[in-house]
């Protein structure tokens, strides 16, 4: 099973690992941090066309604007899928039904926090991506398993 890794602070996630990074908003991280990984995917908090332009993730959890503005999210899958680029949205497993009814009728993957140990399964929802498994706000960084392509 394939792992990667995320942070606020992206020196802390182990060097020469997959990584995803902050593309935009309070954590943006510099292009430059990206060269301590073997791959990066790129997050969004802002979501809507121009994010999708950049970012490959969308962060849909409270307090960022892609979860607070209901076309934001929505405009950000439909600018990736456009563009023939794949749109993962990262939620806490009990945001899934919200991105859901949000995303009604658009082709995405999931990517589902549990932060308590549970990896799911492969076929626990349709487009399981990634499951983000351990970590969580006292941790340098977070921990998820790879259930998609990269």
């Known amino acids: 099973m394939d792992l990667f890794y995320d942070s606020v ?3 802390n ?17 510099p292009l ?5 990984f073997s791959a990066v995917r790129w997050i969004t908090v802002y979501g809507g ?6 970012a490959g993730c969308a962060d ?3 307090g960022n604007p892609v979860y607070a503005n209901p076309t934001a999210l ?3 899958v439909m600018g990736r899928t456009s563009k023939g680029m794949r749109a993962r949205v990262y939620c806490n497993r ?11 009728g658009l082709e995405y993957l999931v990517w589902i926090a549990t932060l308590d140990g549970n990896r799911l399964s492969p076929s626990y ?6 499951v983000q498994f351990a970590g969580g706000m006292t941790a340098k960084y977070d921990t998820s398993c790879l259930y998609g392509a990269w």
């Open 9 to 11: 602070t992206p020196a």
């Open 13 to 29: 996630i182990p060097a020469g690992s997959k990584a995803c990074l902050y593309a935009d908003g309070l954590y943006k991280a």
């Open 32 to 36: 430059s941090a990206a060269k301590r």
């Open 49 to 54: 066309v121009t994010a999708a332009k950049y």
């Open 60 to 62: 849909f959890e409270t």
């Open 74 to 76: 929505r405009d950000w």
């Open 94 to 104: 009990s945001d899934l039904a919200l991105v859901r009814q949000r995303l009604r």
């Open 125 to 130: 929802t349709a487009g399981l991506w990634a």
